[in-house]
């Protein structure tokens, strides 16, 4: 069973950095794509990053790309995303999710399992 729990989430200020970790319990990720997406006030829920199950490929919107990181380490069932050069913008519930294909996706709908969520809150 996929049960994935975020982490490292905070307060921050604009430029500064924080790394948000993903932990699968389960330990069924190694097999699947995994993504990054975020909630901000107000929004709807959007895609941020995406990694294939091997780590091999990767996928970045655009207002995050050069400043944000995704990465994982499927020996620990984690999956991570290094957020540099923060903006008062990327203030948002930030989601891990399981995909239900091996690829990178920005695609909501194919991820099947989804974290509680973590806050990340940018003062200017």
């Known amino acids: 069973q996929v049960q994935l729990v975020e982490s490292g989430g905070g307060l921050v200020q604009a430029g500064g950095s924080l790394r948000l970790s993903c932990a699968d319990s389960?330990?069924?990720?190694?097999?699947?794509?995994m993504g990054w997406f975020r909630q901000g006030p107000g929004k709807e829920r959007e895609f941020v990053a995406a990694?294939?199950?091997?780590?091999?490929?990767?996928d970045y919107a655009d207002s995050v790309k050069g400043r944000f990181t995704i990465s994982r380490d499927n020996a620990r069932n984690m999956v991570y995303l290094q957020m540099n050069s923060l903006k008062p913008d990327d203030t948002a519930v930030y989601y891990c999710?399981?995909?239900?294909?091996?690829?990178?996706?920005?695609?909501?709908?194919?991820?099947?399992?989804w974290g509680q969520g973590t806050q990340v809150t940018v003062s200017s």
């Open positions: 990694i294939s199950w091997s780590g091999g490929s990767t």
């Open positions: 999710a399981r995909s239900s294909v091996v690829g990178a996706h920005r695609t909501k709908d194919i991820y099947n399992s």
């Open positions: 389960g330990g069924t990720i190694s097999s699947r794509g």
